[in-house]
């Protein structure tokens, strides 16, 4: 069974899925009021979310318990890997053996379309407008804060001798600074902050300087999440189809890298099209005249490893379905004319307004 896999690649804190882009074309004389666009293909997009934990040891660690009474603390510098959501989505690319003409006759009301840049059609005689997808996360901002800790550094805790000590004056340094914040938030303090706007830079300085203090304890964990791709052109049922390898020392690794564990795909027909013989297939596409379009067919599919399931949905697959016409003869009428929404990535009708 033939399939095509594709390795997209990282995308570093870019966009999980960027805005499709639209075009209006008009009908006119110049173009014989006709208009050229392609019907799709399906293309699933397994987005896997990976984020990569970069952890540095505080240089007091072995005294976090002691002094400051806490034990999940990093102890040694390390980078590891989390797989975090793995989802699906159709995304549509032109398939250039089904292109077809938007044909108007001369006379009808300011004909137009909307399509994609690659020529997918979004609508007919009706404004299109995209839908916004949500950013990637932004990278954890810890990172900016590692250089922080020397500023905060007293000449009590960098004169004094050993590490032991050291480790004494900084804790004894971040319960005054507790102790300050609790000051000036119960107006306790000598001098306080002259308004409200103050105290609150005072406040966030204290938070930070206690902050940094805190991570020569604990350490720090720095996140960065990052998106990986692996496309597929699906043409018939899949079991055990391997998209991608995870390993938690390298991250996403290619399907055939033994050093990572599976994650599969299962996709089975839930809907399909009769299949057509040849004669059959030639006589049905000669009878599509007017405005033609998907009809697609339907997938159960489910992403999952050893460990668990990421993705159990079903998903439209224009390669199971078939492709219909609307009559030329719903565009004449000049008075009213019809208005058709698709959905650009199956090319399927999304709604006909009359």
Known sequence: MKNIIVIVGLLLALPGWAQTKVVKANA????????????????????????KVSCKAGPYYPYAEKYLGVKNVVTEDEV??????????????PD?????????????????VYLTEDGLLCSINAEYTPEETDDAETRNRKRERMSEATSVLSEELLMAGSTAKQAEVAAK???????SRLNILTGDADNLPPDGEAMKLVIEELEAQEEALT????GIK?????????????????????????SEKLGIVDADDLGGEPVYM??????????LDPKEAEKKEKSLKGIVYNVPG????????ARKTYFKGEAQITEFGTREALAPVMFEDKKAPVKVYFYPETGAIKQIIQ
């Not at 971040?174 to 102790?179: A, S, T």
């Open 298 to 305: 339907k997938a159960a599919v489910e992403l999952y490893s």
């Open 80 to 93: 590891y890997y989390e797989l975090g959501k793995v989802t699906l989505v159709n995304r549509g690319i």
């Open 96 to 112: 250039k053996e089904n292109t077809y003409i938007v044909s108007f006759k001369a006379g009808t009301v300011a004909p137009y």
């Open 215 to 218: 991570n020569l304890f604990t």
């Open 28 to 51: 006119v004389k110049a173009n014989d009021y006709g208009v050229t666009y392609s019907l799709p293909k399906t293309q699933l997009v397994v987005d896997a979310e990976v984020t």
């Open 222 to 246: 720095t996140r960065e999440t990052d998106h990986y791709e692996v496309t597929l052109i699906p043409e018939g049922d899949l079991e055990k189809e391997v998209m991608f390898r995870f």
């Open 173 to 179: 340094q971040i319960y005054r600074i507790r102790e």
């Open 266 to 275: 299962d996709l089975t027909a839930t809907e399909r099209a009769p299949q």
